[in-house]
């Protein structure tokens, strides 16, 4: 039987990082193939070394402090032949980079050149690598747009990145990567901090273009869920090291790395319990001081009388304040509140329309309820949570926190009004000063609202909240430039605990966190909550995290709220079909559709392989 030839074999791989005081692997020797028209996924969490294997294969690696010490890859081309693209002249490189080999990057809008128009950047790849004119470098980029199922082409052929959604700006991103006909396709993080229905067609799209190109596509994420049905392998790195690799089927039906077994269990799932702990890596391995990886072994659970009793009155405890908080009057009341932006035009910028963000919208939160609000980006969700705080100024409406009226207050009772009703942003490093020290950023609102005598009580308060979120004292004089992404939202949400607040809210506060740190802050959050009674509300585009998180669900669309009821009515019988559409996004990750989805690549990938069989 004859055997297909890999068009990329990757051999011992090996890049380093070195500043004055060490060099750290990046990618420690690592080895794989990929073989035309498949999907090899790379999967692990930040630090793993997957975008750097990714940019090591492009030559893309800055020296320094960046460098590719060892190693091959073998590219096949009807073109070039056989190269080891690690030892080409850059020159060289240049004729591959781009036009054979192609990439997506995980930020469109830090890719895009936002001086030049979309469809400009697209036809400037065709004429820098093909032969073919001006006029036709535009007719091509018109019909790549097509093929990117990007609504009116030739407008967005003129319009600058920042003229069109962050969903626009991703296919014209593939578009771009597709133009010279790649034979492999590299996408790193395509779909990270996308909306479902958006990923859902990004995934679509770039199967559907492998299948009509016979591209090779190595898709690179730290969510093996997103990759279950559209991958035909899977590699797993852990710091550097490729330490497990083999067919989707059996990663999923039977991981034998417990690295492996801990990204699987960490995404909540749609069947989880609500506000069950959800696990993380650390449950599944340990590593001791040499660096090696020591497996959890799962041990048979028989709890103690007194767990079962601890248990019994922590569920009497929340039924009881659930019963109570009932009996009190609403903490929040919104009532038709409206968030209007002027468009304005002409040499004199007369206002001449208005877009709605936030159009006559009401609801009640009650004491103690988490309420997930959800929606695509663009939905208004993030306005809403804003004008609450009145961070954005209402057009109308009326806003009613614990018996105030937020919208007429003046601006130093609405400072005071704020010690209870606080807010955790999207991206935590940007909502961190980098110039103070972990310690003054969580002391700073206690020395803004007076409370404690001194700082010194201030200092030991801080501390305390340090350990309550799983950070440690001696964290207390680092800057935020020194943790990680999931360290910097626990230092936020220590930050926000500081004024001890009655409601939060959570503006996609875990979207773009690797899922393992994603299930730490999610079980931190629910901790919280039992031991401080605190209201949230939690705004996200994850629905699988809204149905995990919260107690009712209020779905957003063109600045309205079209649906509400339970997370069990919301999934269980959607009565809106731009929910049923959203639900329908979510990837489940369960054996039957990933079933399903590898018999049909099964099919699909027997038919390309035929075709370049030797």
């Known amino acids: 039987m004859l055997i297909p030839t890999p068009i990329l074999k990757v051999i011992g791989l090996e890049t380093t990082f070195s500043t004055n005081r060490s060099t750290t692997k990046a990618v420690d020797k690592i080895s794989f193939e990929v073989y035309p028209g498949e999907t090899v996924a790379i999967v692990g969490e930040s630090g793993s070394g997957k975008s750097v294997t990714a940019l090591s294969v492009m030559r893309l690696i800055n020296t320094p402090p960046g460098r590719i010490v060892g190693g091959k890859a073998i590219f096949q081309s009807e073109k070039f032949g ?54 036709e470098a535009k007719e091509r980029t018109i019909q790549l747009f097509e093929k990117a199922k990007l609504p009116r082409p030739e407008k967005i052929f003129d319009a600058y990145p920042h003229e069109i959604s962050g969903g626009q700006k991703q296919r014209v991103m593939i578009a771009m990567a597709m133009a010279c006909e790649p034979s492999i396709l590299i996408a790193d993080e395509p779909t990270t901090a996308l909306d479902v229905t958006v990923q859902a067609r990004m995934l679509q799209l770039i199967d559907e273009l492998r299948v009509k190109e016979n591209t090779a596509v190595l898709f690179i994420t730290h969510d093996l869920s997103v990759v279950a049905e559209i991958a035909d392998r899977i590699l797993v790195m852990y710091k550097g090291q490729l330490v ?9 039906t039977n ?20 506000r069950s702990i959800l696990p993380t890596v650390t449950d599944f391995m ?8 020591i497996e959890r072994k799962k041990e048979v659970y028989t709890p103690s009388l007194a767990d079962v009793i601890n248990e019994y009155l922590d569920t009497s405890t929340d039924i009881k304040h659930q ?54 980006s663009g939905c208004g969700k993030t306005t809403l949570g804003r004008a609450l705080l009145r961070l954005v100024e209402p057009t109308e409406g009326s806003i009613s926190f614990n018996g105030l009226d937020i919208a007429d207050l003046t601006s130093e009772e609405l400072r005071k009004s704020r010690r209870d009703f606080q807010m955790i942003f999207q991206d935590p490093y940007a909502s961190l000063n980098p110039m103070h020290t972990i310690g003054d950023a969580i002391m700073e609102p206690m020395r803004v609202h007076k409370l404690y005598n001194n700082d010194k009580e201030r200092k030991a308060k801080s501390m305390e909240l340090l350990e309550k979120v799983g950070l440690l004292p001696e964290h ?53 909550k039992h031991e401080f009674q605190i209201t ?64 049909k690549r099964e099919g699909m990938r027997a038919g390309i392989l035929g075709q370049n069989l030797h």
């Open 82 to 135: 056989e190269v080891d693209l690690l030892s080409l002249q850059e020159k060289q490189m240049q004729q591959i980079r781009g036009n054979k080999i192609s990439m997506i990057f995980q930020e469109p809008m830090s890719s895009l050149n936002p001086v030049y128009t979309c469809g400009k950047q697209v036809a400037e790849a065709l004429l820098l690598h093909t032969d073919i004119s001006k006029k």
């Open 244 to 252: 497990e690799q083999g067919k989707v089927m059996d990663i999923f």
């Open 255 to 274: 991981p034998q790395h417990p690295y492996t077994k801990g990204l699987l269990a960490c995404r909540p799932k749609l069947s989880a319990k609500p």
């Open 286 to 293: 340990l590593e001791d001081a040499d660096g090696n990886i």
């Open 323 to 376: 019963q109570e908080n009932k009996q009190k009057p609403p903490l929040l009341q919104v009532e038709n509140l409206k968030v209007y932006f002027p468009i304005k035009k002409g040499f004199f910028g007369h206002t001449t329309d208005y877009v709605k963000a936030v159009d006559g919208v009401s609801f009640t939160v009650m004491p103690g309820e988490t309420i997930g609000l959800v929606g695509e």
């Open 476 to 528: 207390f004089q680092r800057y935020p430039h020194e943790f990680s992404g999931g360290q910097q939202q626990r230092i936020c949400i220590a930050r926000t605990l500081a004024l001890q607040p009655k409601c939060i809210i959570c503006d996609e506060s875990v979207s773009a966190l690797d899922v393992s740190v994603q299930a730490q802050v999610l079980n931190l959050l629910n901790k919280l």
């Open 536 to 599: 949230y509300i939690f705004i996200t585009h994850d629905l699988s995290v809204a149905k995990y998180l919260s107690d009712r669900i209020m779905v957003m669309n063109n600045g309205q709220i079209v649906e509400s009821g339970t997370p069990e009515q919301i999934y269980r019988n959607p009565k809106q079909e731009y929910t049923r559409a959203l639900i329908s996004a979510i990837p489940k990750g369960e054996l039957e559709d990933i079933i399903k989805a590898q018999e």
